[in-house]
Nanobody, 125 residues
Framework: QVQLVESGGGSVQAGGSLRLSCAAS????????MAWFRQAPGKEREGVAT????????FYAGSVKGRFTVSQDNAKNTLYLQMNTLKPEDTATYYC??????????????????WGRGTQVTVSS
């Protein structure tokens, strides 16, 4: 079992920045990728950014490309999401996920097995 704990959420004005962190209790041999998802009130959860742990290849949702950067620190078992130029539409609960389905869609929930409880990000205009 792998536990994921997010931190770094908060409130910020439009145009500001935040960095989210996700601490994993451990990496197991069956985890190939980690990702950030988000869910706004009344909307479905959507994939934001994914990173493959070995190749470091990254994938982004079109709405965040160029503004968000996903990275990992294997020594610390930690995933990060640097969010710049934040917009009110980025307001959501952000979730960390880890998974082993490297053949699945990198931004699909079905590709991930382990989930954190989320951290709230609120962007005001």
């Amino acid at each position: 079992q792998v536990q994921l704990v997010e931190s770094g959420g908060g409130s910020v004005q439009a145009g500001g920045s935040l960095r989210l962190s996700c601490a994993a209790s451990r990496y197991t041999a069956n985890i190939y990728s980690m990702a950030w998802f988000r869910q706004a009130p009344g909307k479905e959860r959507e994939g934001v950014a994914t990173i493959y742990l070995i190749s470091r290849r990254t994938f982004y949702a079109g709405s965040v490309k160029g503004r968000f950067t996903v990275s990992q620190d294997n020594a610390k078992n930690t995933l990060y999401l640097q969010m710049n130029t934040l917009k009110p539409e980025d307001t959501a609960t952000y979730y960390c996920a880890a998974g082993g389905d490297i053949n699945g869609s990198p931004l699909s929930e079905e590709s991930f097995t382990y989930w954190g409880r989320g951290t709230q990000v609120t962007v005001s205009s």
